[in-house]
């Protein structure tokens, strides 16, 4: 059963959409780049003063507009008649016209796709007769529900950004693209183009869907080309983001009052939209989740692989018509491999219950038969679930969404084509004198089988069903190479394995996966060491006593805050202010003005904060701090100690980064070009020498011949710690590697990968120790040595911007735990990289590195990760249940040359690890418990014997130093693996076997 969803309505909400899309075009102007970067007149005055609105850049549909001028509009003809026709069109006024009985007497209705343009920044003074209803859905349901957690810089100091060094950065801090006037022109002139050939021709306004699906397709590449904020270090979030995430928020919110037929309860008895009650417009996220792991575990061949990580592709592609144009409740906002997010209306109501019973009858229910048919292609009977989190003010809840959470009740376990399957298998069953099996490779549908002689070898000749033979058939052979091609960007210049590894002249491949914590970065975790808003630069901003910065900050002019000395004490200044709360005690004006400002939140602690139905003025306050303020710091782990109560949650409020849904497209974003930028990178290197198996958000997967996997992970480290440099202090990513002889199961390879990236969420942070940290020559970056529990590691993080007279305060933080020799705790703990010093210690995410061979399918049972204290071990071949911790990424060139530093020969090598692990097998490993401690203190003794006997030369103290730890902790015994046996040729190894 699909949502009942007319036409009228069809066309209603992907108005909306579209209307929502183009709230910001005044940002594309190159007006609003002179306006907002430094030196630039703030044109707000006068705007308000002209037209009632707030901005100029949502002016530009207004007579009394600064930009674009008079002059322009002259030379410009069809520039006039786009924005006159934005301003009232009667085609898109009627596809924008909510019916009469929907809505209380008084509502005025939007006369163009201008509405929300114009209404998003609209004065109090603004002609309530041209105040539409839709208008003001978005600038009170939609707009700040996106740019409230995206706030800008403003209130702090020195986040404009210069004109001549004006730059668009990425995710990670670095700079992305340049910014300015001129390019902007460009940009403007193109998006008018578009704007006119898709929105203003003769049937535009009768096939919206069609005309939408151009639409965004024009604009994404021009809008990905300015900034909705040009502030640093705000100025990561492009325009397509910022615009397409609140056109998301616009369209859910507009779809409730559709799917309910009715908005009044949004309406004040003028009929306007009642800003008092803008808390009843409230969000869900939607997850549709399959387990990837699971459906590819069984994989035979790479082609069957990479064919259904197409079909996968069809699947969203599916799943998007569905949600954002058939049945149109709202966007795909995230996806990867595991299926796909949907921002979705939440039907909220005081009853939590009732709030559900709504969601499930008009989302829920209607949806779930059509969803299942959208994953089929994923093979019939493909088991996943449909996941919501609750109603929330502002998207900052993922993990129920992504289906993180096991026993959450907010899931239902569905199963695509049930009824095809159990057909499926009753044929199958019905069937004489045919031997039938469950699928070796799905393990769901049924596959004819035989009885199999001695000499034949079952994984190469048995038959599959016939949904998974289609996925290695001679058409997938050949839609592979174009798939892969537009999936990562290059052809590979080998077509199979067996091909990889000759190339390599190898018997052997390796099987690389790089993967993200995705749900850490949704939760917001990740961002938690960029500041948008650091302390120092905040305070001097509330103090500033000049012309500029007061007009900036008009709202809450100067103010003395000479008491906030560090962020502890604004965390101790938020403590009391909550405190007076919960005793139904209001602050005084100024405070409360003073807390606005410092969170950079214009509504908290105002009487007609609409965002709460709570009567009493202090519990309105408390009850959107927990709801908004503070819920976005839950997710921080406690050993972190950057909260000692929740007035230091709001300090972090006030400087940090938020996660909020268009920064977190544009990181979603960013990674992919990450991952696609990385397999480039090793393709290149080898020649082509590399097998792409899938790429999405949260990492990549591919092969490469076993002789090319050290300089394929020494690549990748280089690139991360390049690209992530700005912002390691809270971003990881980690590499795990299965090697594999070329012929062995495919299928036991990936369950191996599967195992080794089931450690990603699970790496705890580590206290490392600065060594040394020096500025570079150019002082453009910082050299920091960390002390780690695995030796020495070697930073350098870029602290420059693309000003040469303006220094990177933003990104490039850490979670000090110690400084100076004294414990610290709270927000004060967020520290940039240039104010630490030799001795301090911070906690840091480490970016791990872990590999298995498999020269049979059992060792993979030993993968099974725990966690003791601040590390994850695992079980160990030598150490056996004491095992080992994954080695650390950014320590693997010292890890790749252990043995070349040993300076023993490849016998030698034999010979000692035997003499090794046969002494502590026998001495530590399989003795009585009680008889370990002098056990080990003996073969520890035996060690170093051993070294001084064997290590000789000028730096033989330094190694023998170097090597007994790395036998101590496992690596040694690793490295032996990886190099003498995992990197060696055919050739080498069968001159060692001579």
């Known amino acids: 059963m699909m949502a009942p969803f007319d036409d009228n309505a069809r066309r209603l909400i992907l108005a909306v959409e579209i209307a929502g899309l183009l709230h910001d075009l005044g940002k594309l102007h190159p007006g609003f780049a002179g306006e907002m970067l430094a030196g630039g007149k703030k044109l707000s005055k006068a705007t308000t003063k ?160 069609r005309t939408r699906r151009a639409l965004l397709a024009d604009l994404q590449g021009i809008f990905g080309k300015a900034l909705a904020e040009t502030r640093r270090p705000t100025n990561d979030v492009t325009l397509w983001h910022h615009a397409h995430s609140s056109a998301s928020f616009f ?44 459906l590819t575990r069984g994989m035979l061949t790479t082609t069957a692989l990479v064919s259904l990580s197409g079909r996968r592709r069809e699947v969203v592609d599916s799943l998007r018509e569905l ?106 069953n019905a069937e004489q004198g045919r031997l ?46 174009r798939h892969l091609a537009g999936e990562f960007g290059f052809r590979s210049s080998v077509s199979s394995i067996e091909e990889l590894a000759d190339g390599g002249d190898s018997s052997r491949v390796a099987l690389i996966s790089v993967q993200v914590d995705a749900g850490a970065i949704a939760a917001g975790a990740t961002l938690i060491t960029q500041l948008a808003r650091p302390l120092a630069s905040l305070r001097s901003g509330l103090a500033a006593a000049d012309d500029k910065q007061r007009e900036n900050n008009e709202k809450h002019k100067s103010a003395n805050v000479s008491w906030l000395s560090d962020s502890n004490t604004l965390g101790d200044w938020f403590n009391v202010l909550l405190a007076g709360l919960r005793t139904g005690e209001m602050p005084a004006k100024d405070h409360a003005i003073l807390a606005r400002a410092l969170l950079g939140e214009n509504y908290w602690l105002a009487n007609n904060d609409g965002r709460s139905a709570a009567a009493n003025a202090a519990q309105k306050a408390l009850e959107v701090a927990e709801g908004f303020l503070l819920r976005e710091s839950a997710a921080l782990p406690h050993e972190w100690r950057l909260a000692r109560h929740d007035g230091d949650r709001l300090a972090l409020f006030a400087m940090r980064k938020h996660a909020s849904p268009a920064r977190l497209q544009r990181l979603w974003d960013d990674l992919r070009e990450l991952w696609k930028e990385l397999a480039n990178e090793v393709a290149g290197t080898l020649d082509g020498r590399l097998l792409p198996l899938s790429l999405d958000a949260r990492g990549l997967r591919f092969i490469v011949a076993a002789t090319d ?38 299928y036991v390879a990936l369950d191996v990968l599967g195992r080794l990236d089931a450690r990603v969420p699970l790496v705890p942070h580590q206290t490392w120790r600065v060594e040394s940290a020096r500025k570079s020559a150019n002082g453009r970056a910082i050299d920091i040595a960390w002390s780690t529990p695995q030796g020495e590691v070697d930073w350098r993080v870029d602290t420059a911007t693309g000003d040469p007279a ?60 725990r966690r003791e204290g601040e590390e994850l071990r695992r079980p160990h071949w030598v150490l056996g249940d004491a095992g080992r911790t994954p080695l650390l990424l950014e320590g693997f060139a010292e890890f790749s040359r252990l043995v070349r530093d040993s300076g023993w020969d490849t016998s030698k090598i034999k010979g000692l690890q035997g003499e090794m692990v046969e002494t502590y097998e026998k001495w530590v490993r399989d003795v009585p418990a009680t008889l370990r401690p002098t056990g080990r203190d003996a073969w520890h003794a035996h060690l170093r014997n051993m070294l001084l006997r064997y290590v000789t030369g000028d730096d033989a103290c330094e190694r023998r130093e170097r090597l007994f730890k790395a036998i101590m902790d496992g690596r040694f015994f690793d490295a032996v693996e990886w190099t003498t046996f995992v990197s060696k040729t055919r050739r080498s190894l069968s001159e060692e076997n001579a």
């Open 709 to 746: 996997a050290d300089a394929t992970v020494e690549i990748i480290a280089r690139l991360l710690a390049q690209r992530l440099s700005k912002v390691r202090g809270g971003l990881a990513a980690h590499v795990s590697c299965a090697v594999m002889r070329a012929k062995f199961p495919l």
């Open 50 to 209: 002209s037209c009632h609105i707030e901005a100029a850049h949502g002016a530009i549909l207004e007579t009394g507009r600064v930009y674009p001028d008079a002059g322009e509009i002259a030379d410009k003809p069809e520039l006039a008649a786009v924005l006159a026709g934005l301003l009232a069109d009667p085609d898109w006024a009627a596809a924008l016209a909510l019916p009469a009985g929907w809505l209380k007497p008084g509502a005025v209705q939007a006369t163009g796709l201008g509405a929300a343009l114009r209404q998003h920044h609209a004065a109090n003074a603004f002609p309530a007769d041209q105040l539409s209803f839709l208008g003001d859905l978005y600038a009170f349901g939609a707009d700040i529900r996106d740019s409230a957690l995206d706030k800008g810089s403003g209130g702090s100091e020195g986040s404009e950004q210069s004109p001549v060094h004006a730059e668009i950065a990425d995710a990670f801090g670095q700079m992305r693209d340049p910014y300015s006037n001129d390019l902007l022109a460009a940009r403007w002139n193109e998006a008018i183009a578009v704007i006119r050939k898709r929105l203003f021709s003769p049937l535009a306004a009768q096939d919206i869907a």
């Open 436 to 481: 039938m099996q469950i699928c070796p490779q799905c393990g769901l549908r049924p596959a004819e089988t035989r009885e199999y002689a001695l000499t034949e070898s079952r994984s190469r000749v048995q038959k599959l069903c016939d949904d998974c033979t289609a996925l290695a058939d001679r058409d997938a052979k050949r839609q592979r190479a």
């Open 323 to 428: 949600v954002e144009e058939a049945s149109p409740v709202g966007n795909i906002i995230y996806e990867d491999d595991d299926g796909v997010l949907i921002l979705a209306p939440a039907f909220h109501e005081d009853d939590s219950a009732a709030s559900d019973l709504l969601f499930a009858r008009h989302i829920l229910d209607p949806l779930q038969e059509a969803l299942a048919r959208c994953v089929e292609p994923l093979g019939i009977g493909t088991p996943f679930r449909v996941c919501w989190s609750a109603p929330a003010l502002y998207l900052t809840d993922y993990a129920e969404a992504l289906g993180l959470d096991p026993d959450s009740a907010r899931q239902r376990s569905l199963q695509a084509g049930e009824l095809e399957l159990q057909a499926l298998w009753d044929a199958a």
């Open 251 to 294: 369209k859910a919110a507009t779809a409730e009052g559709v799917l309910r037929t009715d908005f009044s309860a949004l309406q004040n008895d003028q009929g306007r939209f009642d800003i008092p009650q803008l808390g009843r417009v409230r969000f869900r996220l939607l997850g549709v989740r399959w387990d990837w792991q699971a």
């Open 806 to 865: 303006q220094d990177d305060k933003w990104h490039p933080h850490v979670i000090a735990s110690t400084r100076a020799g004294k414990r610290v705790s709270g927000p004060k703990r967020l520290t940039h990289v240039l104010d630490l010093l030799p001795g301090d210690e911070a906690l840091l995410p480490p970016m791990t590195f872990d590999f298995l061979v498999l020269e049979g399918s059992a060792r993979r049972h030993q993968i099974a990760y």
